[in-house]
């Protein structure tokens, strides 16, 4: 495997994150002990170093795994973790992105991780309520402390990301370097602003559900039955004709449906590293083999009109030859833009 810098930032990753909302069983549908440390072998021995958890995630028990199969060589895993969502019904201030809960769940964290310091603390979700000034300078406290070494920000307005870096930036704190976002063939709309502003401030991209809840994998195609949040978006015609592409060109070109898929994800002009989770060796030692190839330019070609989307506005309306020539005086196609 190869690694990529986590953003503006001198931090090396592995070019595939290892999610692990699978590891454990409390959530009726994750993968038990033994298998979840297959799965962590089967990643760290493929070279890979990014380790994705929470401390929602199956109760808590993901975060106590985790810090047990990292235990022997610490140093050597960048190990990413995430505040905002509650660990105690009807208390409110046991969730959300103010200082309070911040400070509390990371200690439970570290806690639950056997370790001293997080590498990498995600913002789980935006909650709306918390100030963007407070919730940066209590991040920035925490890397002053050594606690946590980095930050990033996942499910998030990108006026919330971009407000929240300047004023970093203008104040001297620490800046988000990573955005996690659902981002796959099915779910494109995160290109709109998320995307292009990510690029824009150097922030690597992790994509969480770029299976598409395994809709990817052609599973459903073959009749198979699977959990599926929201079968609107991934159970659908236009899903099904994605699948079915995604499904054609992994058969030409002699590899998987899930491979293909992720190869569309990481093949951007931007840095991004998809998180990807497994419930089984299988699983895991598929997603891996998206490394050892890339798709053609052809292939993205395809793969690009059969899941495009309307970007709206004012994306339309900008893209649109007659506001492109107002805004160059007739010379756009005369303008060679490298900012494109």
């Known amino acids: 495997m190869n690694y990529k810098l986590l953003g503006k930032s001198g931090l090396r990753v592995s070019e595939i994150a290892l999610g692990t909302m699978t590891f454990g ?33 199956t109760e808590g028990t993901s975060e106590k795994m985790v810090g047990e199969f990292i235990n022997a060589d610490r140093d050597h895993f960048v190990l990413a973790t995430k505040y905002s969502l509650f660990d105690r019904k009807g208390d ?44 940066m300078r209590a991040l920035d406290d925490l890397v002053t402390s ?74 459903y195609l073959r009749g198979e039955k699977g959990r599926v949040p929201d079968n609107s978006l991934r159970i ?19 590899v998987t449906p899930s491979q293909v898929a992720l190869n569309w994800c990481r093949q951007k002009n931007q840095v991004v590293i998809p998180i990807v989770g497994a419930r089984s060796l299988t699983q895991i030692e598929d997603s891996l083999g998206c490394v050892n190839f890339k798709l053609s330019p052809e292939q993205i070609t395809q793969l690009d009109e059969v899941s495009k989307f309307d970007l709206g506005f004012p994306h339309d309306f900008l893209a649109s030859e007659n506001v492109k020539n107002i805004l160059s005086g007739e010379t756009w196609g005369k303008l060679e833009n490298h900012r494109s």
Not at 116 to 129: E, M, N, S
Not at 198 to 207: E, F, G, I, Q, T
Not at 237 to 243: A, D, G, V
Request: overall charge negative.
């Open 25 to 57: 069983t409390e959530w009726g549908w994750g993968a038990d002990y033994d298998t979840s440390k297959k799965v962590f072998e089967a990643y760290a021995n493929a070279e890979g170093n990014f380790i994705d958890t929470a401390n929602r995630y």
């Open 236 to 254: 659908n015609e236009r899903s099904q004709k994605i699948t079915q592409v995604v499904v054609n060109i992994a058969d030409e070109i002699g």
């Open 146 to 219: 050594g606690k946590i070494q980095y930050i990033g920000i996942s499910d998030t307005p990108a006026w919330v990301v971009a407000q929240a870096n300047t004023m970093a930036d203008l104040r001297g704190w620490s800046r988000f370097v990573g955005l996690q976002v659902e981002y796959s063939l099915i779910q494109r709309t995160p290109e709109r602003d998320l995307l292009p502003m990510a690029k824009a401030l150097d922030l690597a991209v992790a994509p969480w559900a770029s299976l598409a809840g395994g809709a990817l994998s052609g599973k």
């Open 92 to 135: 409110p201030n046991f969730a959300g992105n103010h200082r309070k809960n911040m400070v509390r769940s990371v200690n439970e964290s570290l806690k639950r991780l056997k370790t001293d310091f997080i590498d990498l603390l995600w913002v789980h979700a935006w909650d709306g309520t918390t100030p963007v000034d407070e919730m």
